[in-house]
């Protein structure tokens, strides 16, 4: 299994501002993701953190919003920029070591937009 | 579009009641399915995962099935206990490497 871990766990932000969460992984792994989780909602796929290129975004998510760096296969960072309070959520780090593998997930971040 | 459904969206038992949490998925077409808990607050747990290829998976008090042709899973918990409560989520891997999740069945087991 692989131990992950994020920072911030939580924060409070100002409309407009940005913040960057940042998602360390105690091994390599093939696959990172980052998911949104709204108050009282499901996980919805933000993004697949992609080693060196650019990320690949789910459909309603777009790369100016939520720019991610990958710079290793240990490391992720995930950016929301502008905040509105809409942007109020639980944003969640998740790895896989190959496709078909157990997919793990970090502690997440606790975004509140005021 | 895959799709996933979990049934019932809450539940409630008393403790020591066996009991099935469903889920659905609308393209058979997948990798693998995970079980996941989430506690109020908290990340998520992965619970079980079963391969495409596989029927059930069991852990403990917990057994997953799996019937891909029907695009359905059922989690079994046995023996429920108070510190079974937690949200339980559905999730499929698609083709395409994604991981799509179910809204989730909260329980609730009281003592």
């Known amino acids: 299994s692989a131990v992950i871990s994020q920072k911030p766990s939580r924060d409070i932000c100002q409309r407009g501002t940005s913040l960057t969460i940042q998602c360390q992984v105690d091994?390599?792994?093939?696959?990172m993701f980052w998911y949104r989780q709204q108050p009282g909602q499901s996980l919805t796929l933000i993004a697949t953190a992609n080693q060196g290129s650019e990320a690949t975004y789910e459909s309603g998510f777009v790369i100016d919003k939520f720019p991610i760096s990958r710079p290793n296969l240990t490391f992720s960072t995930l950016t929301v920029s502008n905040m509105s309070p809409e942007d109020s959520s639980i944003y969640l780090c998740?790895?896989?070591?190959?496709?078909?593998?157990?997919?793990?997930f970090g502690p997440g971040t606790r975004l509140t937009v005021t | 579009k895959q799709e996933v459904t979990q049934i019932p969206a809450a539940l409630s038992v008393p403790e020591g009641e066996n009991l099935v949490l469903n889920c659905s998925f609308t393209?058979?077409?997948?990798?693998?399915l995970q079980w996941f808990r989430q506690d109020p607050g908290k990340g998520l747990t992965s619970l079980l995962l079963?391969?495409?290829?596989?029927r059930e998976q069991t852990s403990g008090r917990l057994n997953a099935s799996l019937d891909k042709s029907s695009g359905r899973s059922t989690l079994y918990i046995a023996a429920s206990q108070p510190g079974d409560s937690a949200t339980y989520l559905c999730?499929?891997?698609?083709?395409?490497?994604?991981?799509?999740f179910g809204q989730g069945t909260e329980l609730s087991v009281k003592p």
């Open positions: 079963i391969q495409s290829s596989q």
């Open positions: 091994s390599q792994v093939t696959m």
């Open positions: 393209d058979s077409a997948i990798y693998n």
């Open positions: 999730a499929v891997k698609s083709q395409g490497g994604k991981l799509i």
């Open positions: 998740s790895v896989a070591t190959d496709l078909g593998y157990e997919q793990y």
